[in-house]
């Protein structure tokens, strides 16, 4: 999390005189569940403390003046109600105000500086935490009365509408209601969930960022959307039920494989299995069986690399290497794809090892660090 002196000093620059309040919403790590978010299936991440923090103060006009820390200092405004900035990171703020608008909120100017330590491009949601940061804030500061699940699904729509990505309602939704100590399996038909304890004892959680950014993620993520939304338009002409990959299983899918195209197929298997995954993952979580839910983790990869084809070649080494490893229980990329972190749950006294030799032989192999990043898991967006 970023220094709380520094953001309070910035303001004190930008804006002089005022008494910011401080928000908080971290990024989140995944630790089964891929792509299954859109598809209506099931997801199990965690917050993490990595975090977008804000100081903001109502400014009373119908301007909103930014400064982001991580673009350089870079101070723009805009009017609300107006156009929309050309900036993407303005972008998230526009967004999220004009989705407020849209459900009848009056949301006035303010004066706000941002910034966090969420690494950008690791496949963590650096966005989903901007805008959980952004929608926590403008909900205290204009007392605006949303529930934490409207702050979730206006996240969600500011991507889909602002930003161009048709995400799920994951990322959102782990930022806001991530809870120390506990990953949320959840819903994402029903938005129904659970906080399950996650206290592998004698494991850590290890996050290899390929260094990598996932430039195609978004493009290819609406690819892999719409050739699932191909899939079920299949079965739902004989299931009328069907509306989401959630409500087809394996049999239903190969009764009509004939009709489907060959890579919707692919795509629509390696997401009904994954389902299943995480739910075998949950039960050998609750018996403490950390050895299986590892199995099931380098499962999920081997689907995401073959069958839903969003890995790359340096995902693929590090989770390689992995293998090799006996204190290495299991890892996969985590995110979009195309770039980003491999996670991996790895016994303590393997990390050392485990670390150096992925970071020996990725140099070798690619001419460039990777970045290790530690994180635990925390809790979700707050003032704090």
Known sequence: MIDNNI??????SFFGEGTPRLFTAPGRINIIGEHTDYNGGF???????????????????????????????????????????????????????????????????FNAV??????????????????SCIGTALNALFDLHFTKEELAKIGQMTEHNYIGVRCGIMDQFASIFGQKG????????????????????????????TMVKHLLASSEYNVRRAQCEEGVAVI?????????????TMEELEAHRAEMDPMSFRRCAFVIN???????????????DFVEVG????????????????????????VNIAH??????????????????????????????YIADVKKRYQVEFDKDPRVIEVEISDGAREI
Request: charged content about 25%; proline content about 5%.
């Open 114 to 131: 941002f910034g966090g330590d969420v690494p950008l491009g690791a496949g963590m949601s650096s966005s989903a935490a901007l805008e």
């Open 7 to 12: 953001l309070k000093e910035k303001f004190a």
């Open 236 to 248: 739902k002409k004989y299931l009328p039920h069907v509306e989401l990959l959630r409500d087809v």
């Open 182 to 209: 506990h990953v949320v399996r959840l819903d994402c038909r029903s938005l129904e969930y659970q906080l399950v304890p996650f206290n592998p004892k004698g494991v850590e959680i290890v996050l290899i960022d």
């Open 295 to 318: 199995k099931l983790v380098y499962a999920t990869h081997e689907g995401l690399s073959k069958e839903y084809g969003v890995s790359c070649p340096e995902l693929d080494f590090i």
């Open 43 to 109: 997801v199990l991440p965690g917050a993490v403390d990595k975090a977008i923090t804000m100081a903001i103060v109502p400014n009373g006009t119908p301007f909103v003046n930014l400064v982001s820390i991580d673009h350089d200092d870079a101070h723009l405004f805009f009017r609300i109600g107006g156009p929309q900035p050309k900036e993407q990171w303005a972008s998230y703020f526009y967004g999220v105000i004009e989705e407020m608008r849209k459900r009848g909120a009056t949301v006035g100017g």
């Open 274 to 288: 994954e389902n299943k995954r995480l739910m075998d993952a949950c039960a050998a979580m609750e018996k403490g």
């Open 324 to 353: 090799e490893h006996e204190a290495v229980l299991g890892a996969r990329m985590m995110g979009g794809g195309f770039g980003g972190c491999v996670i991996a749950l790895v016994k303590k006294e393997g990390v050392a090892d």
